[in-house]
């Protein structure tokens, strides 16, 4: 009975092999990476963050200087305040350091709302042009060969020119 079984796995092993040996998937590869960074529309996207990026920065480091000076000039008229005054003027600073420091996280959250908002339309047209040229080459799978995605060695046929041909970008 035991042996019966045996021969039977075997069996329904071997014809399965034999079905997925004779229905191979075609396999194609990508560098979706590569593929996104080369689009107009992400270099676009990326522009208007790294300007928004650069305002902000802009603000804060104005902010700074501002509560620079002002520490400076508190710690020149010191001996001439009384032990109230400067203490005021110590809680004074610590007040402008923390509006800076939330302003500062206020500017690194909208950041990056604005790069998802920008960046959800172009990886969504990467994808559905790295689907639609799959679909018309005939290949099943594609896997993506960025670094780090999974892929270590990708032989198989690079959808890379067919995607970039089909986006026109």
Same mark, same amino acid.
């Given at each position: 009975m035991r042996t019966l079984k045996t021969i039977v796995i075997a069996l329904v092993l071997s014809f399965g092999l034999m079905a997925t040996t004779n229905a191979q998937s075609k396999i194609a590869h990508i560098n979706s990476q590569e593929f996104v960074q080369n689009l107009p529309s992400y270099k676009s996207a990326m522009t208007e963050l790294d300007q928004r990026e650069k305002t902000y920065r802009? !603000?804060?480091?104005?902010?700074?200087?501002e509560a620079q000076k002002t520490n400076e000039r508190y710690q020149r008229e010191a001996g001439t305040k009384t032990e109230e005054e400067n203490q005021t003027r110590a809680m004074e600073l610590q007040e402008m350091q923390q509006s800076i420091? #939330? %302003?500062?996280?206020?500017? @690194? #959250?909208?950041?990056q709302k604005k790069q998802e908002e920008l960046m959800r339309p172009v990886l969504e047209r990467a994808r559905q /042009?790295?689907?639609? /040229?799959?679909? !018309?080459?005939?290949?099943? %799978? /594609?896997?993506? @060969? @960025?670094?780090?995605a999974g892929v270590l060695m990708a032989d198989g046929y690079n959808l890379m020119d067919d995607a970039k041909a089909a986006i026109g970008e």
């Amino acid at each position: 009975m035991r042996t019966l079984k045996t021969i039977v796995i075997a069996l329904v092993l071997s014809f399965g092999l034999m079905a997925t040996t004779n229905a191979q998937s075609k396999i194609a590869h990508i560098n979706s990476q590569e593929f996104v960074q080369n689009l107009p529309s992400y270099k676009s996207a990326m522009t208007e963050l790294d300007q928004r990026e650069k305002t902000y920065r802009k !603000e804060i480091d104005d902010l700074l200087k501002e509560a620079q000076k002002t520490n400076e000039r508190y710690q020149r008229e010191a001996g001439t305040k009384t032990e109230e005054e400067n203490q005021t003027r110590a809680m004074e600073l610590q007040e402008m350091q923390q509006s800076i420091q #939330e %302003y500062r996280q206020t500017a @690194s #959250e909208d950041l990056q709302k604005k790069q998802e908002e920008l960046m959800r339309p172009v990886l969504e047209r990467a994808r559905q /042009v790295i689907q639609d /040229v799959a679909r !018309e080459k005939g290949y099943d %799978y /594609v896997l993506d @060969s @960025s670094l780090g995605a999974g892929v270590l060695m990708a032989d198989g046929y690079n959808l890379m020119d067919d995607a970039k041909a089909a986006i026109g970008e």
